[in-house]
C-alpha cells in the first residue's frame, strides 16, 4: 500500500516517548502528575456528571464547544491576566489540534514557518504534514533573540519567500524551559506588526509558575488583533481529557471551524462536560497550586543531581516553572547515543534532535521532565542516566 501513500509523509517523523513499560523511568515525556487529582474526586464528578447530564454526555456538541466549558475557559484566561471576548474562542480536541487546525489553515505547501531553535517538537510535525518550511531562530536565557527574529525575517523577504506566521511558546518553553522576557515580548510583536505577521501564542505551562512574577500574556499586548493564542487543559488539569481551545479574530475562527468539522465534528462532550463540573463544585486553582508545589520540589530535586549526574562542562537551564529542564552536554558528546544508551538502562530522556527541523549531524543536548516522576524515582533515573553516560565513556566516542 506504501506506493499509494502522500508525499508528504515522507516528511512526517514520530517525537512521542511514551511507554506503558513499569521498569522504565521516564524523564522524557511531558507527563503531568495526573494522581493529585485522586480517584475518589475523579469517581464523584463522573457521577454526578452521570446524574446530571448524561444524555448530553453522550451527545454530539457544537462544534465550537459547550457554553460551560467556554465559561471555564474564560476563568483561565482571567487567571493569566487576559479577558477574552467568549465568541473568540473555539474548543479543540487539546492544543495539539489547535495548532494542527491553524496549519491547515494558513499554509500552502512551501510557506515558511518561523520558530524558536529549538522548538516545541509536536509542532514540527503538522507544520511537515502540510508541507511547510522551517525557519529557526536561537534562543539565550530570555528565550527568542529578536535581533536573530528580525534578520531572518529580512532574509526572507529579499528572498521572496512568504512567511505566514511566527510560532512561539514563551513562557516555560517546551523544550527548553526558557521563558521570554517582557521587553522581547513587546519587541516580538513590533516585529510581527512591522512584517505584517500573525503570531502563533502556544501557552500551556503559564499557570505552573513556582518563583517570580507572572509576565503577561502575548494576546494581552497585542493591539493589533494579530496574536493567536492556544491554551489547554492537558497540563492544569488531565491531558486524557483531550481539551484544548484557540482564541482567535471571528474571521479565522470561521476557518477553524470548518477544519474541525472536517478532522472530528466536535470535542468529547463527556470530557468537557467533566471540566465544567469540576470547575463547579472542586477548586480548580487549589488544584494549580498543589501541582506547581509538587513539580517545585520535583524540580529542585534534580537540579540538585544533575551536577553529580552529568560529565564536567555541561550546562542546564533552570526553570522557573512548567515541566522541563534543558541539558548541553560538552561538545563531542552526542545525545541520540546517549538516548540509546540510557533506554538500555531503562531510563528515558527526549534528544535534542527532536526539537529542530534541520536536525545537525550531531547534537549534544536533551531535554529532562521533573513533573511525572516522585523524587525517588527522578534519582534513579538520574543515576541509570549517569551509567549511561559511563556506557559512552567507555566505548571512546
Known amino acids: 500500500m506504501t506506493r499509494w501513500f502522500a508525499r508528504r509523509t515522507g516528511r512526517m517523523t514520530s517525537w512521542t516517548t511514551f511507554s506503558e513499560d513499569p521498569d522504565l523511568i521516564s524523564l522524557a515525556g511531558g507527563l503531568p502528575d495526573t494522581s493529585l487529582f485522586g480517584a475518589d474526586n475523579h469517581a464523584a464528578l463522573l457521577t454526578a456528571m452521570a446524574h446530571r447530564q448524561s444524555a448530553l454526555?453522550?451527545?454530539?456538541?457544537?462544534?465550537?464547544?459547550?457554553?460551560?466549558?467556554?465559561?471555564c475557559i474564560l476563568e483561565v484566561m482571567a487567571e493569566e491576566a487576559t479577558p477574552v471576548d467568549p465568541h473568540r474562542v473555539i474548543v479543540t480536541t487539546g492544543g495539539q489540534?489547535?495548532?494542527?487546525?491553524?496549519?491547515?489553515?494558513?499554509?500552502?505547501?512551501?510557506?515558511?514557518?518561523?520558530?524558536?531553535?529549538?522548538?516545541?517538537?509536536?509542532?514540527?510535525?503538522?507544520?511537515?504534514?502540510?508541507?511547510a518550511e522551517?525557519?529557526?531562530?536561537?534562543?539565550?536565557?530570555?528565550?527568542?533573540?529578536?535581533?536573530a527574529l528580525e534578520a531572518a525575517l529580512e532574509e526572507l523577504r529579499a528572498a521572496g519567500r512568504p512567511v505566514k506566521f511566527i510560532y512561539t511558546?514563551?513562557?516555560?518553553?517546551?523544550?527548553?524551559?526558557?521563558?521570554?522576557?517582557?521587553?522581547?515580548?513587546?519587541?516580538?510583536?513590533?516585529?510581527?506588526?512591522?512584517?505584517?505577521?500573525?503570531?502563533?501564542?502556544d501557552n500551556p505551562y503559564a499557570?505552573?509558575?513556582?518563583?517570580?512574577?507572572?509576565l503577561?500574556?502575548?494576546?494581552?499586548?497585542?493591539?493589533?488583533?494579530?496574536?493567536?493564542?492556544?491554551?489547554?487543559?492537558?497540563?492544569?488539569?488531565?491531558?486524557g481529557l483531550r481539551v484544548g481551545w484557540l482564541v482567535a479574530p471571528e474571521s479565522v475562527l470561521d476557518k477553524v471551524d470548518l477544519g474541525k468539522q472536517c478532522a472530528d465534528l466536535c470535542t468529547a462532550s463527556a470530557s468537557q462536560l467533566f471540566i465544567a463540573e469540576f470547575f463547579e463544585r472542586g477548586d480548580w486553582r487549589g488544584y494549580v497550586r498543589a501541582q506547581v508545589d509538587l513539580y517545585r520540589a520535583r524540580r529542585d530535586a534534580m537540579l540538585a543531581l544533575l551536577p553529580q549526574t552529568l560529565p564536567a562542562g555541561s550546562r542546564w537551564t533552570r526553570p522557573a516553572g512548567g515541566l522541563f529542564v534543558w541539558v548541553d552536554l560538552p561538545e563531542g558528546m552526542d545525545s541520540d547515543l546517549l538516548y540509546e544508551h540510557a533506554l538500555r538502562r531503562s531510563v528515558s530522556?527526549?534528544?535534542?534532535?527532536?526539537?529542530?527541523?534541520?536536525?545537525?549531524?550531531?547534537?549534544?543536548?536533551?531535554?529532562?521532565?521533573?513533573?511525572?516522576?516522585?523524587?525517588?524515582?527522578?534519582?534513579?533515573?538520574?543515576?541509570?542516566?549517569?551509567?549511561?553516560?559511563?556506557?559512552?565513556?567507555?566505548?571512546?566516542?
Open 349 to 397: 530522556i527526549v534528544p535534542g534532535r527532536v526539537g529542530f527541523a534541520r536536525p545537525k549531524p550531531t547534537h549534544h543536548d536533551f531535554r529532562l521532565n521533573f513533573s511525572a516522576c516522585d523524587e525517588g524515582r527522578i534519582e534513579t533515573g538520574l543515576e541509570r542516566i549517569a551509567l549511561a553516560i559511563r556506557d559512552i565513556e567507555h566505548l571512546g566516542v
Open 216 to 239: 503577561p500574556t502575548l494576546l494581552s499586548l497585542d493591539e493589533d488583533g494579530r496574536v493567536l493564542y492556544v491554551g489547554t487543559f492537558s497540563k492544569i488539569l488531565a491531558p
Open 134 to 147: 522551517v525557519v529557526q531562530v536561537e534562543t539565550d536565557e530570555d528565550g527568542m533573540r529578536m535581533e
Open 57 to 71: 454526555a453522550l451527545q454530539y456538541t457544537p462544534t465550537r464547544g459547550m457554553k460551560a466549558l467556554r465559561e
Open 169 to 201: 511558546v514563551p513562557t516555560f518553553q517546551n523544550p527548553s524551559g526558557k521563558t521570554l522576557s517582557l521587553e522581547r515580548r513587546k519587541r516580538l510583536l513590533e516585529i510581527a506588526r512591522a512584517f505584517d505577521l500573525p503570531v502563533i501564542e
Open 97 to 131: 489540534q489547535a495548532l494542527d487546525l491553524l496549519c491547515r489553515v494558513f499554509l500552502d505547501p512551501g510557506d515558511v514557518v518561523v520558530t524558536e531553535a529549538p522548538t516545541y517538537p509536536g509542532i514540527l510535525l503538522p507544520l511537515a504534514a502540510h508541507e
Open 207 to 214: 499557570l505552573l509558575r513556582f518563583e517570580g512574577d507572572p
